[in-house]
């Protein structure tokens, strides 16, 4: 998929997974017409978006961007959800917590998660202003 344009591999992933532009927005929480123009090529997926956009098409955000095939995301199945041992860890760990606390851990996370998504921002448009020269 790697000549693929971005909007390309937006729509062959969410074919892939059965959604359609509409259940795809609304699992985003953005309009349909959002999803459409970045089918067509109109529009990029940034920010919080992306990130979004990559949790629901279970891929990673440099294979819808570039196309990368070392990020080409695995044929989606059917089978259940199984944590692997840090998430299941991790997943014990906030159960113990008091209800208060958890919700400290939940802000202090998203902090650190936005954080993180402005740093690989920075990064992909750098990426980008290299791979024009």
């Not at 851990?105 to 690989?120: C, K, P, S, T």
């Amino acid at each position: 998929m790697k000549n693929l344009t971005i909007g390309e591999r937006i729509r062959a992933r969410r074919k892939e997974l059965k959604f359609t532009q509409k259940s795809l927005a609304k699992t985003l929480k953005l309009s349909d017409v959002s999803v459409s123009q970045w089918e067509r090529d109109d529009s990029e997926p940034t920010g919080k978006n992306l990130f979004a956009l990559c949790k629901a098409l279970k891929c990673n955000p440099t294979w819808i961007l570039f196309g990368d095939e070392e990020e080409t995301p695995e044929t989606p199945t059917d089978s259940p959800i199984v944590l692997d041992e840090k998430k299941q860890i991790l997943l014990d760990l906030f159960d113990a917590l008091p209800e208060s606390e958890q919700d400290a851990q939940i802000e202090q996370m998203r902090a650190r998660v936005e954080n993180f998504n402005n740093l690989f921002n920075e990064l992909l448009e750098a990426r980008k202003r290299t791979q024009k020269k």
